[in-house]
């Protein structure tokens, strides 16, 4: 990254990324050929041809992939290009928006600020790159494309078929028609056919390269980049993570007998239960401004929100002596819910803003009597590094109670999961909580301008981390 925005910018510099395994993690084909057979479109002839192919040609090679593509030509004629495009979108947001690695999300947006042509260049077929370009925002594709008249299929490939060799020399006349200087210019892939397009570029930065592409950077001196946030995490781990909650919550309750002191109970599996589950996945936390998290008792803590398991993250920072809110749905969750009953946290539905301020107000009485309260005030998880617009509840209670927000400022959680991840990822997780900020003289006609001004403080502490130019 640093490379990146302090080298050259403009668009003469050139970024090629591979898709499979370079901005993704696994293959697309998978999924494609899962759809297809699903729809019929691709049965037991099909795969018999599939494997006489690779077998006949002795593997994947320029020859063979080409045959392997014109297959699924074959097997498309007639269709639709506008039925397919749909299908490529469908797959896309159901498979495989959540295996995109949020390391190569970041290095595609730098390039972009940058000014650099950024370019999608793979030997997939349209289907499966044009959603991923279009979700990152680049612009430019160089791939595989079936032919088609009029919108309907020919059962074609355009040729030349861009594999290898020719995936470079595609590559090469992109350059040349684009004023891209390739000596400038970046190539991220991990395949080891893309071996002939890394020799092409002045920068090439192999990328979960396989055996063949690994001894050549070796050999050549060319940093290597492998990822794990995507992929790695442990269903089996993840399970037994979660799965702490029962002990921990028996022996919260023994407890909070002993004392007769339901709260006691509460906070004994608040303070264990989440910090337990995420040491037992891998997840570490660099938190700055910890001292924000006593500094003003009670509060209201806010935290961006983006996937299931940054909730996990407040809560083990928290630690005590606060309620939550929870969306409605997560009610009937065996767990979840039947803790979320006991320990008081609301349950509210996002879409139903009358609903919504009636579950508030038994938080707005607990806040009174000092507990602090935990809310996402996005009241949605954003499979994005923005922060969307902020809802007024979580000012509301604080305004009520005359309590502070404190800030908590989530910079990587998409490192644990995607948006609707249910395996968390190992990693380390960046935090900032920063200072409480007083709301005893807020006025509800001002309370648009607070929120904004509260945003803005995520928006300045992600787009400037503290301690980052240290």
Same mark, same amino acid.
């Given at each position: 990254?640093?490379?990146?925005t302090?080298g050259?910018d403009?668009?003469?510099v050139?970024?090629?990324?591979?898709?499979?395994?370079?901005l993704?993690?696994g %293959?697309?084909?998978?999924?494609?050929?899962?759809?297809?057979m699903?729809?019929?479109? %691709?049965g037991?002839?099909?795969?018999?041809?599939?494997l006489g192919?690779?077998v006949?040609?002795?593997?994947?090679?320029?020859?063979t992939?080409?045959e392997?593509?014109d297959?699924g030509?074959?097997?498309?004629?007639?269709?639709?290009?506008?039925?397919?495009?749909?299908?490529?979108l469908?797959?896309?947001?159901?498979?495989?928006?959540?295996?995109?690695y949020?390391e190569?999300r970041?290095i595609?947006?730098?390039?972009q600020?940058?000014?650099?042509t950024?370019?999608?260049t793979?030997?997939?077929?349209?289907?499966?790159v044009?959603?991923?370009?279009?979700?990152?925002g680049?612009?430019?594709?160089?791939c595989?494309?079936?032919?088609d008249?009029?919108?309907?299929l020919?059962?074609?490939?355009?040729?030349?078929v861009?594999?290898?060799?020719t995936k470079?020399?595609?590559?090469?006349?992109?350059?040349?028609?684009?004023?891209?200087?390739?000596?400038?210019? %970046?190539f %991220?892939a991990?395949?080891?056919?893309?071996?002939?397009?890394?020799?092409l570029?002045?920068?090439?930065?192999p990328?979960?390269?396989?055996?063949t592409?690994?001894k050549?950077?070796?050999?050549r001196?060319?940093?290597?980049t492998?990822?794990s946030?995507?992929?790695?995490?442990?269903s089996?781990?993840?399970?037994?993570?979660?799965?702490t909650?029962?002990p921990?919550a028996?022996?919260?309750?023994?407890?909070?007998?002993?004392?007769?002191n339901?709260?006691?109970?509460?906070?004994?599996?608040?303070?264990n239960?989440?910090?337990?589950?995420l040491?037992?996945?891998g997840?570490?936390?660099n938190?700055?401004g910890?001292?924000?998290?006593?500094?003003?008792?009670?509060?209201v803590?806010l935290?961006?929100?983006r996937?299931?398991?940054?909730?996990f993250?407040?809560v083990?920072?928290?630690?005590?002596?606060?309620?939550?809110?929870?969306k409605?749905e997560l009610?009937?969750?065996?767990?979840?819910?039947?803790?979320?009953?006991f320990?008081?946290?609301?349950?509210?539905?996002?879409?139903?803003?009358?609903?919504a301020?009636?579950?508030?107000?038994?938080?707005?009485?607990?806040?009174d009597?000092?507990l602090?309260?935990?809310?996402?005030?996005?009241?949605?998880?954003l499979?994005?590094?923005?922060?969307?617009?902020?809802?007024?509840?979580?000012?509301?209670i604080?305004?009520h109670?005359g309590?502070?927000v404190?800030?908590i400022?989530?910079?990587?959680?998409?490192?644990?999961?995607?948006?609707?991840a249910?395996?968390?990822?190992?990693?380390?997780?960046?935090?900032?909580?920063?200072?409480p900020?007083?709301?005893a003289?807020?006025?509800?006609?001002e309370?648009?301008?607070?929120?904004?001004?509260?945003?803005?403080?995520?928006?300045?502490?992600?787009a400037?981390?503290?301690?980052?130019d240290d």
């Amino acid at each position: 990254m640093e490379e990146i925005t302090s080298g050259p910018d403009g668009p003469v510099v050139g970024a090629f990324f591979d898709l499979d395994g370079t901005l993704v993690a696994g %293959y697309t084909a998978r999924y494609l050929t899962e759809e297809r057979m699903k729809a019929g479109d %691709y049965g037991p002839v099909d795969v018999l041809r599939t494997l006489g192919v690779m077998v006949g040609g002795g593997g994947l090679n320029p020859d063979t992939f080409a045959e392997l593509l014109d297959l699924g030509a074959h097997t498309w004629a007639g269709r639709a290009v506008e039925d397919l495009d749909e299908m490529a979108l469908r797959l896309y947001k159901k498979k495989v928006a959540g295996r995109i690695y949020p390391e190569m999300r970041e290095i595609v947006r730098a390039h972009q600020e940058a000014g650099h042509t950024v370019v999608l260049t793979s030997s997939a077929t349209t289907f499966q790159v044009q959603p991923v370009a279009d979700a990152l925002g680049i612009e430019h594709v160089v791939c595989n494309r079936f032919e088609d008249e009029d919108g309907v299929l020919t059962g074609h490939v355009t040729k030349p078929v861009i594999w290898g060799d020719t995936k470079a020399y595609a590559a090469q006349q992109f350059a040349a028609d684009h004023g891209v200087d390739l000596d400038q210019s %970046y190539f %991220y892939a991990d395949g080891d056919e893309d071996v002939a397009l890394m020799y092409l570029v002045g920068k090439p930065r192999p990328t979960n390269p396989g055996e063949t592409m690994a001894k050549v950077a070796g050999k050549r001196g060319w940093p290597v980049t492998r990822l794990s946030s995507r992929g790695a995490g442990s269903s089996i781990r993840t399970l037994i993570g979660f799965s702490t909650f029962v002990p921990i919550a028996g022996l919260g309750a023994a407890k909070g007998l002993l004392a007769r002191n339901r709260r006691s109970a509460i906070n004994f599996i608040t303070e264990n239960w989440s910090s337990l589950m995420l040491r037992i996945n891998g997840v570490e936390m660099n938190v700055l401004g910890r001292e924000n998290l006593t500094a003003s008792r009670p509060a209201v803590f806010l935290f961006n929100h983006r996937n299931g398991f940054d909730p996990f993250i407040a809560v083990t920072l928290i630690g005590r002596d606060f309620t939550s809110v929870a969306k409605a749905e997560l009610k009937d969750d065996p767990m979840i819910g039947a803790f979320g009953r006991f320990a008081d946290i609301a349950f509210v539905e996002r879409d139903n803003t009358k609903s919504a301020v009636e579950a508030l107000k038994p938080i707005e009485a607990m806040a009174d009597k000092g507990l602090s309260v935990l809310i996402a005030p996005e009241g949605t998880r954003l499979d994005t590094r923005e922060v969307g617009p902020f809802k007024k509840g979580a000012f509301r209670i604080a305004m009520h109670a005359g309590i502070p927000v404190v800030p908590i400022v989530i910079r990587n959680a998409e490192m644990l999961g995607a948006r609707d991840a249910v395996t968390i990822n190992p990693g380390t997780v960046d935090v900032a909580v920063l200072p409480p900020v007083p709301t005893a003289d807020w006025k509800l006609d001002e309370i648009d301008d607070r929120i904004a001004e509260v945003r803005q403080m995520y928006l300045d502490t992600l787009a400037d981390w503290p301690g980052d130019d240290d």
